[in-house]
């Protein structure tokens, strides 16, 4: 069975930084390269990073050059570093493989407000 559990979500002000992370079932994890998603209310879900298993990296135009995206293959955890967060950033972020599986799991809630 394969567990995705994402985490590191809250509240904070435009402006601000957080880091979400995603902890993979080791063979999911092993075998793909993996990304995060978002969605927010009323929109479709959307690809905002994705990172191969050697590194690569690949972003949405919206987030270059304020996210990045990263791996530990030994700990089977993906991570997001969010800075200079913007309202329109408000989302739940999801993690996943890259393209997506059918498992996904509870995602976290960013949300960007003063």
């Known amino acids: 069975q394969v567990q995705l559990v994402e985490s590191g979500g809250g509240l904070v002000q435009p402006g601000g930084s957080l880091r979400l992370s995603c902890a993979a079932s080791?063979?999911?994890?092993?075998?793909?390269?993996m990304g995060w998603y978002r969605q927010a209310p009323g929109k479709q879900r959307e690809l905002v990073a994705s990172?191969?298993?050697?590194?690569?990296?690949i972003y949405a135009d919206s987030v270059k050059g304020r996210f990045t995206i990263s791996r530990d293959n030994a700990k089977n955890t993906e991570y997001l570093q969010m800075n200079s967060l913007k309202p329109e950033d408000t989302a739940v972020y999801y993690c996943?493989?890259?393209?997506?599986?059918?498992?996904w799991g509870q995602g976290t809630q960013v949300t960007v407000s003063s």
């Open positions: 996943n493989s890259a393209p997506p599986s059918g498992y």
């Open positions: 080791r063979n999911f994890f092993s075998s793909y390269a």
């Open positions: 990172i191969t298993s050697g590194g690569r990296t």
